[in-house]
């Protein structure tokens, strides 16, 4: 079966830092675009990054810029967001899914998420 | 930035068909995918790349588009399609990847 384990969420305070992780399973880790998706509390999904096969290209949302960082170890058939300096409109649910959401990778399947809170 | 516009909320009886539009400026020239998501579950992909659909959603889920409207049509809607329903599109070169989604419409089946 295909398909995606987000860890990693939980209650951190305004400035600090958490590392999501995402383990896949049933599927050619190595060949696949990965990505995060959040979804704010009672709102719609906002892509927040995605990450090439290998590693060598990743890709963020503007507002993520310079305090997500994306990784992939394909040893491990795992994804990390690593998240610094988090404010409170980062707080979320945050998905992982398989793909780059187009070209021949559209997103799926998605996990089923880690909820993240940002609060002091 | 890419706008996609989705109505808040349709609804329809059950056995009627379900017609969701996406608006944005030109759509009809990209890929477009949907996403429903169930109370309290993740987002499902139901249709990629305009009219494909993954294994195991019925044929009862179809995707057009036309001009500035990408439209999900449901037929012979069930219960179990109540869900919010995502599009989604790419802006993609070769030295950015951006991905848009519209703001959802509440599918309820009366």
């Known amino acids: 079966e295909v398909q995606v384990v987000e860890s990693g969420g939980g209650l951190v305070q305004p400035g600090g830092s958490l590392r999501l992780s995402c383990a896949a399973s049933?599927?050619?880790?190595?060949?696949?675009?990965m990505s995060w998706v959040r979804q704010a509390p009672g709102k719609g999904l906002e892509w927040v990054a995605t990450i090439k096969e290998d590693g060598s290209e990743k890709y963020y949302v503007d507002s993520v810029k310079g305090r997500f960082t994306l990784s992939k170890d394909n040893a491990k058939n795992s994804v990390y967001l690593q998240m610094n300096n988090l404010r409170g409109e980062d707080t979320a649910v945050y998905y992982c899914?398989?793909?780059?959401?187009?070209?021949?990778?559209?997103?799926?399947?998605w996990g089923q998420g880690t909820r993240v809170t940002v609060s002091s | 930035s890419y706008i996609l516009a989705q109505p808040p909320s349709v609804s329809v009886a059950p056995g009627q068909t379900a017609r969701l539009s996406c608006g944005g400026d030109n759509i009809a020239t990209k890929s477009v995918h949907w996403y429903r998501q169930r109370p309290g579950q993740a987002p499902e992909l139901v249709v990629s790349n305009g009219s494909d659909r993954p294994y195991g959603i019925p044929d009862r889920f179809y995707g057009s588009k036309s001009g500035n409207t990408a439209t999900l049509t449901i037929s012979r809607v069930e219960a179990g399609d109540e869900a919010v329903y995502y599009c989604?599109?790419?802006?993609?070169?070769?030295?950015?990847?951006?991905?848009?989604f519209g703001g959802g419409t509440q599918l309820t089946a009366l």
């Open positions: 049933g599927f050619t880790f190595s060949s696949y675009w």
């Open positions: 989604q599109v790419w802006d993609v070169s070769r030295d950015h990847l951006k991905v848009f």
């Open positions: 899914a398989r793909g780059r959401f187009g070209g021949q990778q559209p997103a799926s399947p």
